[in-house]
């Protein structure tokens, strides 16, 4: 039937063919730790630049609150004058402002 030195040589195959199942296995292995770590960095990266771009917002957000704010009492102020020229004591104060004589 099987001569010894077969039975050795296919002891060796067997051998080999669980080595090169480790060997893959330790390959793949460290294929997917290297993926998952890679993962990992790209999601670290696109969280940092999401929060850069968050503050960036509320910066532009916080400066056009203050401009309107600004325009709000501005436009408050104008309010205020114009009810003040459209009765006559503010027109009159006004023009006396501007040096007009009153000759009344």
Same mark, same amino acid.
């Given at each position: 039937?099987?001569?010894?030195?077969?039975?050795?040589?296919?002891? /060796?195959?067997?051998?080999?063919? /669980?080595?090169?199942?480790?060997?893959?296995?330790? /390959?793949?292995?460290i294929g997917?730790?290297?993926?998952? @770590?890679?993962? $990992? %960095?790209? =999601? %670290?990266? @696109? =969280?940092?630049i999401q929060? @850069?771009?968050?503050? $960036?917002?509320?910066?532009?957000?916080?400066?056009?609150?203050?401009?309107?704010?600004?325009? /709000?009492q501005q436009?408050?102020?104008? %309010?205020?004058?114009?009810?003040?020229?459209?009765?006559?004591?503010?027109?009159?104060? !006004?023009?006396?402002?501007?040096?007009? !004589?009153?000759?009344?």
């Open positions: 039937m099987f001569r010894k030195e077969e039975a050795t040589e296919a002891g /060796k195959d067997a051998g080999q063919e /669980k080595a090169v199942s480790e060997e893959k296995v330790r /390959k793949i292995a997917a730790t290297v993926g998952g @770590v890679l993962l $990992i %960095v790209f =999601l %670290v990266i @696109v =969280l940092i929060f @850069v771009q968050m503050g $960036i917002r509320n910066a532009e957000k916080a400066e056009l609150d203050r401009l309107i704010e600004q325009q /709000k436009y408050d102020g104008e %309010v205020a004058d114009l009810d003040d020229l459209q009765n006559g004591f503010g027109m009159f104060w !006004k023009a006396l402002d501007y040096d007009y !004589k009153y000759k009344g």
